[in-house]
T-cell receptor, first 111, second 110 residues
Framework: DVKVTQSSRYLVKRTGEKVFLECVQD?????MFWYRQDPGLGLRLIYF???????EKGDIPEGYSVSREKKERFSLILESASTNQTSMYLC??????????FGPGTRLLVL | DAKTTQPPSMDCAEGRAANLPCNHS???????VYWYRQIHSQGPQYIIH???NNETNEMASLIITEDRKSSTLILPHATLRDTAVYYC???????????FGPGTSLSVIP
């Protein structure tokens, strides 16, 4: 079974802190994704990566950066957390074609 | 905007078949139809996908109309654990900007 793990299920940070969210997949997938999910807005793509060291902006990249130094690991970085970044963050991975496998999500609260 | 439209909510009696419709009238020839579901507080889970033929797996069946403008996900014997939000999306490959709309909130009722 494909396994996508995220470093934390719940996280509480203060405004202005630097936040790292890590995602690891064990299926040698080329593609990895970061989404955020907010009530009434559905899932929105922040960034994705189709190879090591490669990244592409999604719909809402502002305030975020990403890092993919190894194929199995994709990190989302909030350089200076703000309250409007309180959300559920979901990581996913896939082969080139199709099915995305999601992690359990990280609920981030920025105070 | 999402390329698909789904009813916002549906109810289904436990043990009965749940039929979830999806409209994707602007689908192009090389786009697949994917279904995912999300149980409360978990990440979305893949269910099934298809291009033009009907598909079945251990979780569900997918019926795609001949013109490919709509599809139906069938859960043959719904259980309480099938209560979730179901998302229908279309995509060519996973490079596509995949848009998850609001989905259908399915409630399975005892």
């Amino acid at each position: 079974d494909v396994k996508v793990t995220q470093s934390s299920r719940y996280l509480v940070k203060r405004t202005g802190e630097k936040v790292f969210l890590e995602c690891v997949q064990d299926m040698d997938h080329e593609n990895m994704f970061w989404y955020r999910q907010d009530p009434g807005l559905g899932l929105r793509l922040i960034y994705f990566s189709y190879d090591v060291k490669m990244k592409e902006k999604g719909d809402i990249p502002e305030g975020y950066s990403v890092s993919r130094e190894k194929k199995e690991r994709f990190s989302l970085i909030l350089e200076s957390a703000s309250t409007n970044q309180t959300s559920m963050y979901l990581c996913a991975s896939s082969f080139t074609q199709g099915t995305q496998y999601f992690g359990p999500g990280t609920r981030l609260l920025v105070l | 905007d999402a390329k698909t439209t789904q009813p916002p909510s549906m109810d289904c009696a436990e043990g009965r078949a749940a039929n979830l419709p999806c409209n994707h009238s602007t689908i192009s020839g090389n786009e697949y139809v994917y279904w995912y579901r999300q149980i409360h507080s978990q990440g979305p889970q893949y269910i099934i996908h298809g291009l033009k033929n009907n598909e079945t797996n251990e979780m569900a069946s997918l019926i795609i109309t001949e013109d490919r403008k709509s599809s139906t996900l069938i859960l043959p014997h719904a259980t309480l654990r099938d209560t979730a939000v179901y998302y229908c999306i279309v995509q060519k490959t996973s490079y596509d900007k995949v848009i998850f709309g609001p989905g259908t909130s399915l409630s399975v009722i005892p």
